[in-house]
T-cell receptor, first 111, second 115 residues
Framework: GENVGLHLPTLSVQEGDNSIINCAYS??????FIWYKQESGKGPQFIID?????DKRQGQRVTVLLNKTVKHLSLQIAATQPGDSAVYFC??????????FGQGTRLTINP | NAGVTQTPKFQVLKTGQSMTLQCAQD?????MSWYRQDPGMGLRLIHY???????DQGEVPNGYNVSRSTTEDFPLRLLSAAPSQTSVYFC??????????????FGPGTRLTVL
């Protein structure tokens, strides 16, 4: 059968629009969540994090929303710029050094 | 201050060969980890260390060995390479006990192909 892991979900947005990237996590006991940006040929870069006692956290041009009821995270990027083109991963900390990453979403910016 | 360095950047092996991927850090972080990233996938934890002399298994440890004799270095050994180990390997360090977040730093990666 098809290896769906080879096909990253893709989101295309117009430059200047807002982007929303979604992620479902697996472990209801996880209490720390992180969003990473990965550019081609590089390691992941930290964007923003959130603990389970919060449902929203804002950074510079980014906002993370956490819905524990449905085990869902989203990353909102305001006024998307060409430099935002990358693959975005959510990750959940399942205890100490055990970080579990989602599949990722490729964000492309249309001029 | 180089941060996290990984060598080599690229490597091609034949099935059955062994090799060591090197990871070094100059930030004096106690916590270090190895991840692999397959095409179109997120990173998966192979092994981690909470300090010199202490290592533990992650999600996908089979076929890999690690040791941590110093704070600075955390090599990853492939004992007998298999095509399924073709991947990009990332080393990471962590400032705190809780992995992830602004205190975790990833190296640039080693792209490994096993023929």
């Amino acid at each position: 059968g098809e290896n769906v892991g080879l096909h990253l979900p893709t989101l295309s947005v117009q430059e200047g629009d807002n982007s929303i990237i979604n992620c479902a996590y697996s472990n209801s006991a996880s209490d720390y969540f992180i969003w990473y940006k990965q550019e081609s040929g590089k390691g992941p870069q930290f964007i923003i994090d959130i603990r389970s006692n919060m449902d929203k956290r804002q950074g510079q041009r980014v906002t993370v929303l956490l819905n524990k009821t449905v085990k869902h995270l989203s990353l909102q990027i305001a006024a998307t710029q060409p430099g935002d083109s990358a693959v975005y991963f959510c990750a959940e900390n399942q205890g100490a050094q055990k970080l579990v990453f989602g599949q990722g979403t490729r964000l492309t910016i249309n001029p | 201050n180089a941060g996290v360095t990984q060598t080599p950047k690229f490597q091609v092996l034949k099935t059955g060969q062994s090799m060591t991927l090197q990871c070094a850090q100059d930030m004096n972080h106690e916590y270090m980890s190895w991840y692999r990233q397959d095409p179109g996938m997120g990173l998966r934890l192979i092994h981690y260390s909470v300090g010199a002399g202490i290592t533990d298994q992650g999600e996908v440890p089979n076929g890999y060995n690690v040791s941590r004799s110093t704070t600075e270095d955390f090599p990853l050994r492939l004992l007998s390479a298999a095509p399924s180990q073709t991947s990009v390997y990332f080393c990471a360090t962590s400032l705190g006990e809780l992995a992830g977040g602004p205190g975790q730093f990833f190296g640039p990666g080693t792209r490994l192909t096993v023929l």
